[in-house]
């Protein structure tokens, strides 16, 4: 009999979560569009507004401060062209929906993947008009959370507003944008248990004014314009909520993560976790051995049933060397790096299974003799 698969991708895209699930379900059941003023569509509004509070509440923003988006990527696209800001800057680490599709400097980070501030202070005081910062709270691939607080209150000083990519962050620690005092926020559904395709972009001032990227129908207070996934924006209330809810047992995660690695560690000579000397979410760990490439493990991984990934899933499949190892000068290690990343179903025996298979692939290639060229 097959072993049952073990799905250890949660940062690409988590495991869908039951109550989710049911709320998409039943949001699929209101015919009515959100902006008919018949009974269905203030049946459709309010399953509307319900989602748009609470996920402001989870962040602690108001509810007229949350623009519904496709997604994380152009919640990003929003922040980074609705303001009009024409000098942007952001760390070496940020998603490509940042660093691609304009002229954006880049802020260097150190060998962990944590953002220089001293860096970031030079290009705020060499510039010649207020900038727009862009910087994660934590990163997609490391799993290295960034000094949010620090780099808003830097910008601060220089007149520079603050965009923070929360999207890997929501869900497996504290989201709050007036504490973190940034002036917007990132977030997606599909990395916390909810549908993908469904996302938010949350302004910490809800009149503050963004030019919208899609125009025509003026939904979403004439910043996105669009009928508005009910469904999916259903699911990503019911699955944010869920998270949110479970942090005080994210430790959990956290232990298994760390097991996971110790026994990597005891079983793999030369292991290197990425980011290990820096804080990080407790489900992610990005590790390399020397000798392997990225390809060949997860080719090997996925033979055994095991889900894992090598860097951003927002490359159409490809398996490339990562940018984010590459910024923190471990280019060398980079072409043998892959991600693990835990979440809400992980269990023990996913992390045994994974560390079996890992250790049985790495020993074997690592000890098979070398081929001479003839």
Known sequence: MA???VYLDYNATALPRPAAIAAVTKALGLCGNPSSVHGFGRAARRCLEDAREAIAALVGATPAAVVFTSG???????????????????????????????TVETIPVDGEGVVDLAALERLLA?????????????????????????????????GALVHGDAVQALGKIEVDIGRLGVDLLSLSAHKLGGPQGVGALVLA?????????????????????GTENLPGIAGFAAAAVEAVAELPEIGRIGALRDRLERAIRNTVPGLTVFGAGADRLPNTSCLAVPGLTAQSVLMALDLAGIAVSSGSACSSGKVAPSHVLTAMGREVLAGSAIRVSLGWASRGQDVDRFVEAFGQLANRIRSAPAVSAA
């Open 3 to 5: 072993a049952t698969p």
């Open 205 to 225: 001032d809800a009149d503050r004014e963004l030019r919208p990227l899609l125009v025509g129908g003026g939904q979403e207070r004439g910043r996105r314009s």
């Open 126 to 158: 060499a510039g010649g008009e207020p900038a727009l910062v862009s910087v994660m709270l934590a990163n997609n691939e490391t799993g290295v959370i960034q000094p949010l607080s620090a780099v808003a209150e830097l910008a601060r000083r220089h």
């Open 72 to 102: 994380g990527t152009e919640a990003n696209r929003l922040a980074l062209q609705g303001l009009g800001r024409r000098r942007i800057l952001a760390s070496a680490v940020e998603h490509p929906s940042v660093l691609q599709g304009g």
